[in-house]
């Protein structure tokens, strides 16, 4: 009989990484200081980047994450046999998507919701990074669906908040396309075990000509996440249907199914 196994992640080490990227994240509405502008010409196009604080913190707090994953990861039994930059990912964008709806919101009730909420989901994401670590674990399935939901929802949440900040398209696109692939990668890997490069490229790709699309379209914040996600997810799907072995017509079908879904959730949300 195989022994079963469930690790915890040290309580230390998981409450200071969580109270380092939280602690980020109120640094702008503690602390004042004069934002610089960046001003770049890019093959003839005008950007200007505003360097403020808030900003700032946002890569600062992805940046945390990702190492404070690393460091809660090597207290794990497995952590020697298994390389952990794979984990990294979706903590950062955890608090890459959480940093830029806070970003954008004024200093409201509603700011502080997302603050502790927020909270609780890097604290989920930890854990349950912890846990895919090992494949034997008994929390393993339930962790890694998990992370896939939150990942998707992570997106939708990004998606909207650069439509309602009102984002220019290249900063849209500078955005979206890593975070679309990295999502990708991220979920076919939990799902099949195996890193798919080329579909996450591929996914990421068609996912920024779409959002580049839409970026013109008069879409409400929430229908364009809707409208961005929708890709995301049906070629995610199906890549994902594909390497378990599903026949194609199957997988064509079940896509077409979920775009349908997709279109009526815009339609209705509208």
């Given at each position: 009989?195989?022994?079963?196994?469930?690790?915890?992640?040290?309580?230390?080490?998981?409450?200071?990484?969580?109270?380092?990227?939280?602690?980020?994240?109120?640094?702008?509405?503690?602390?004042?200081?004069?934002?610089?502008?960046?001003?770049?010409?890019?093959?003839?196009?005008?950007?200007?980047?505003?360097?403020?604080?808030?900003?700032?913190?946002i890569f600062l707090a992805?940046?945390?994450?990702?190492?404070?994953?690393?460091?809660?990861?090597?207290?794990?039994?497995?952590?020697?046999?298994?390389?952990?930059?794979?984990?990294?990912?979706l903590p950062a964008l955890?608090?890459?998507?959480?940093?830029?709806?806070?970003?954008?919101?004024?200093?409201?009730?509603?700011?502080?919701?997302?603050?502790?909420?927020?909270?609780?989901?890097?604290?989920?994401?930890?854990?349950?990074?912890?846990?895919?670590?090992?494949?034997?674990?008994?929390?393993?399935?339930?962790?890694?669906?998990?992370?896939?939901?939150?990942?998707?929802?992570?997106?939708?949440?990004?998606?909207?908040?650069?439509?309602?900040?009102?984002?220019?398209?290249?900063?849209?696109?500078?955005?979206?396309?890593?975070?679309?692939?990295?999502?990708?990668?991220?979920?076919?890997?939990?799902?099949?075990?195996?890193?798919?490069?080329?579909?996450?490229?591929?996914?990421?790709?068609?996912?920024?000509?779409?959002?580049?699309?839409?970026?013109?379209?008069?879409?409400?914040?929430?229908?364009?996440?809707?409208?961005?996600?929708?890709?995301?997810?049906?070629?995610?799907?199906?890549?994902?249907?594909?390497?378990?072995?599903?026949?194609?017509?199957?997988?064509?079908?079940?896509?077409?199914?979920?775009?349908?879904?997709?279109?009526?959730?815009?339609?209705?949300?509208?």
């Open positions: 009989m195989n022994e079963t196994q469930r690790h915890i992640p040290d309580a230390n080490r998981l409450s200071v990484l969580a109270a380092a990227v939280l602690l980020t994240y109120a640094l702008p509405r503690l602390l004042e200081i004069q934002s610089p502008i960046l001003n770049w010409n890019l093959l003839g196009l005008a950007i200007s980047i505003p360097l403020s604080l808030g900003l700032m913190t992805a940046v945390l994450s990702a190492a404070g994953t690393d460091w809660l990861l090597r207290s794990h039994p497995n952590f020697e046999s298994e390389i952990s930059l794979q984990h990294w990912l955890t608090s890459f998507a959480l940093g830029t709806l806070l970003f954008n919101l004024a200093d409201t009730p509603a700011w502080w919701g997302s603050f502790l909420i927020g909270g609780v989901l890097l604290l989920m994401v930890f854990v349950a990074e912890y846990i895919v670590l090992d494949s034997s674990d008994t929390r393993y399935t339930f962790a890694s669906a998990g992370l896939i939901a939150v990942s998707f929802s992570l997106f939708l949440v990004l998606s909207a908040a650069l439509s309602y900040a009102g984002a220019r398209l290249i900063l849209l696109l500078f955005v979206l396309f890593p975070a679309t692939g990295l999502v990708s990668l991220r979920a076919i890997h939990l799902r099949v075990g195996r890193w798919e490069w080329q579909w996450a490229v591929g996914i990421a790709l068609a996912c920024a000509q779409i959002a580049a699309a839409l970026h013109y379209w008069p879409l409400s914040p929430v229908q364009h996440g809707l409208a961005s996600l929708a890709p995301l997810y049906i070629l995610t799907g199906l890549a994902i249907n594909l390497g378990d072995g599903m026949p194609l017509r199957r997988a064509l079908l079940e896509a077409g199914i979920y775009l349908a879904l997709f279109c009526l959730a815009v339609l209705f949300v509208g």
